[in-house]
């Protein structure tokens, strides 16, 4: 039997927003087809329950953003 350990796990794995269930890859795969954080929103449910999501995910975009530029 196989024990997966948080260094094994997938970063694009990790639940962001724990209300709707949205993972990391979804966010960064919406955002990299032109999506901004309304529209990542709309589509997800990321963001419209409890709110303790959004620093971690305003955080994840503005530094996909900032890859982008360099």
């Keep these: 039997m196989t024990v997966s350990t948080a260094e094994d ?3 694009a794995d990790e639940v ?4 709707s269930g949205t993972r990391r890859g979804e966010i960064q795969r919406l955002f990299q087809q032109g ?4 529209a990542i929103s709309r589509r997800t449910g990321a963001l419209t329950g409890c709110g303790g999501c959004e620093w971690n995910i305003a955080e ?3 530094e996909l953003a900032a890859s982008r530029l360099t």
């Design 35 to 38: 999506l901004d954080v309304d």
């Design 16 to 19: 962001m927003c724990s209300c």
């Design 9 to 11: 796990a997938d970063p």
């Design 60 to 62: 994840f975009l503005a």
